[in-house]
């Protein structure tokens, strides 16, 4: 790097004469070198004042202020007192000129007229000396910065390891509670797999299913827990706004915790306002949003507990409250709830604890809504109220009619072929359309799906993605392209279902996009919705 070019030197030339100032002006000129010249002891102090000088040349014998004068103030001011002197005198001065001269501060006398190389031999001393200063200064505070850097990036890098060893622990610990939270439901899965194998009786084997449902619907969450943690961090999740009202995400995400709360035996409460307060928000994330909270004061608070929800309007936004009397968060832990992969604790006698996500989930999908999240705990086994403050829809919508006329989907046979690789979750998805009074056939290939749409001619199809050689889209724009089966709704059915993939599925012609495990009220939702069709 190329350094920076070192200030110029200034000497000072003190003489009350101007040709003797032109003169000493022409002998010392040379590059680098600044020339100040005065005509009197007062002009000198005051480009003293404004200029560090390396050299004084000062002449002794002035009018006003003699040179002798001008050195002793020189010496009496901390700014100039260092300043080497060389002082010009038309003769000899005797011992005591000589001794006072000295005593004031100079460094040398010369006699007039001068001798030209003897001057300048003695400026360029000076000159050599200050540059020598000149440049000890800028290594000094080269290295000062230089230290300086070396600290911040040994202090960032301090940080920085610190930060790779927390996120390493966290990562640590997030594996094995997967581990755990996944074991979990599987023993009573492989349990109940072995009761409906020797169960005599039709009671013992609907406990069995309901119980296998409930631990199948405890997996799928933590899986989509993951799914949306992953795409949210990777910018993948897309919004779909639109105006609804604060009291309905409230009821969706209170239906959708309510098993949880209701198996802690807790009480809840609702507050809302008499006014209706609408956001301009994506009601799946909102409700997931609340629902959350809510499994999570349910899961942490004792059994016999108190949940309450409240909702109020707050200058412009809308403000969903979330209270329990729970295990409360350590004053500490406050700042950290809201971390990636971070639990309050290892609470041994509080079942399915969860990953460390949620919270985090929570905290993305609110500050995507424009809106923010925070906590309050009084401590430990004090409870904790959780508070979502969301801005409220600049407009007031006209308030929209109930919608209560969608019909049920039952009464209405449809053909329908579900194309899965998987056999089991072909003839189990088949089976149950069936119980519901559909007509249905199977099918775990491309080939095989073309072929028995040819034969059956389905007014539903039920379409797996990753199918073996011909994949799911592929199957679709062929569907797409016969004319006896243009009509046919097309359903993907997959496990991936970020905005991409429904972007994909969409342009290959499916009708909707189900992700797998499709829950039986989503199965039940999109019939519904197709009752109104044409048959």
């Known amino acids: 790097m190329t350094r920076p070019a070192l200030a110029p030197v200034h000497f000072l030339l003190v003489d009350d004469l101007e040709e003797n100032l ?21 002009e000198a102090l005051e480009l003293l004042l404004k200029h560090e000088v390396a050299l004084a040349l000062v002449d002794v014998q002035m009018p006003e202020m003699d040179g002798f004068e001008l050195a002793e103030l020189m010496r009496g001011t901390e700014r100039t007192r260092r300043v080497p002197i060389i002082f010009l005198t038309a003769g000899n001065p005797d011992q005591s000129r000589r001794f006072r001269g000295y005593e004031a501060g100079a460094v040398d006398f010369l006699n007039k007229p001068i001798e030209p190389h003897t001057l300048r031999s003695k400026a360029d001393v000076f000159f050599e000396l200050w540059r020598e200063r000149q440049e000890v200064a800028r290594q000094r505070d080269e290295l000062k910065a230089a230290t300086a850097e070396n600290a911040r990036l040994l202090e960032e890098t301090r940080r920085t390891a610190d930060a790779l060893r927390e996120a390493d622990r966290r990562k640590d610990e997030f594996l094995a509670t997967l581990a755990h939270e996944l074991r979990n439901p599987l023993a009573p899965i492989r349990n109940g797999l072995q009761i409906l194998s020797l169960a005599q009786s039709a009671d013992t084997a609907a406990r069995a ?34 105006l609804i009202e604060v009291r309905t995400a409230v009821e969706a995400a209170i239906e959708a915790s309510r098993p ?18 609408w956001l301009q928000a994506d009601p799946t994330r909102l409700a997931q949003v609340i629902g959350n909270l809510l499994t999570n ?6 059994d016999g507990g108190r949940i309450n929800v409240s ?15 729970g295990l409360g968060i350590p004053a500490d832990m406050l700042p950290r709830v809201f971390d990636l992969f971070t639990q309050v604790g290892k609470h041994l006698d509080r079942a399915q604890g969860g990953l460390g996500i949620g919270l985090a989930l929570v905290k993305r999908l609110v500050e995507m809504h424009g809106g923010e999240v925070t906590v309050e705990s009084p401590g430990p086994d004090r409870g904790s109220t959780f508070s979502v403050r969301m801005p409220l829809a600049p407009d007031a919508p006209v308030i929209p009619l109930s919608s209560n006329s969608i019909r049920t989907a039952r009464g209405k046979s449809r053909r329908v072929l579900v194309v899965d690789d998987n056999a089991d979750a072909a003839e189990s998805l088949s089976e149950l359309l069936a119980l519901s009074g559909h007509k249905t056939e199977t099918a775990q290939s491309g080939p095989e799906a073309l072929s028995a749409a040819a034969r059956f001619h389905p007014e539903l199809v039920f379409l797996d993605i990753g199918l073996p050689g011909m994949n799911g889209y592929e199957v679709a724009r062929t569907l797409r392209a016969d004319p006896s089966s243009t009509k046919a ?30 829950e039986t009220g989503q199965l039940e939702g999109l019939l519904a919705k197709l009752a109104n069709g044409p048959a």
Do not use: C
């Open 260 to 277: 949880a709360i209701e198996a802690g035996q807790h009480t809840l409460t609702v507050h809302t306002p008499n006014e209706q307060l």
């Open 22 to 42: 032109i003169a000493l002006e022409a002998l010392l000129r040379r590059d680098g070198l600044v020339l100040l010249t005065a005509r009197s002891g007062p």
């Open 489 to 518: 709704v097309l359903v993907a059915l997959t496990g991936w279902g970020s905005e991409e993939d429904r972007r994909r599925s969409a342009e290959a012609g499916f009708d909707f996009h189900l992700t797998k495990p499709v």
């Open 209 to 242: 299913r309901a119980m296998m449902e409930r631990q199948l619907g405890h997996m799928v969450r933590l899986v989509d827990d993951l799914l949306d943690i992953s795409r949210v961090t990777s910018g993948k999740v897309r919004l779909r706004p639109e």
């Open 297 to 302: 004061a349910a899961k942490y608070t004792p």
């Open 311 to 325: 909702v109020e309007h707050d200058n412009g936004y809308a403000v969903v409250r979330v209270k329990d009397t």
